[in-house]
């Protein structure tokens, strides 16, 4: 008989591995990050009155120099149709709840 291994294989993603860099620029990253979510949460914030009522906890791809967005329950497919017209840009992902949060903490 097998048996299998109990025990689950953690996860690594590129938010989950260990930054390298000096301080300096790893402050640099995370005030980028930070300026990019600036520039996509007030797209994410007017149109989340309407979407909770119909999509509630699906995925929204925004992509913020356009103003486009893109919804689907799964946030990969999300993501790709944002790529698809916006291949050089990255997509802020959001998920459609109260708090925009995509996983857990």
């Not at 930054?19 to 300026?35: C, N």
Request: glycine letters at 4%.
């Amino acid at each position: 008989m097998t048996y299998l291994n109990p025990t689950r294989t953690v996860r690594r993603g590129r938010l989950h591995a260990k930054r390298t860099g000096s301080p300096e620029e790893i402050a640099q990253w995370d005030a980028e990050r930070e300026a990019f979510y600036q520039r996509c949460k007030p797209i994410f914030d007017r149109l989340k009155p309407e979407l909770i009522k119909t999509h509630y906890n699906w995925y929204m791809a925004v992509e913020p120099d356009s103003g486009d967005y893109f919804i689907d329950k799964d946030d990969m497919v999300a993501t790709k149709m944002c790529r698809q017209k916006h291949p050089n840009a990255i997509p802020f992902l959001f998920r459609i709840n109260d708090t925009g949060a995509c996983g857990t903490i």
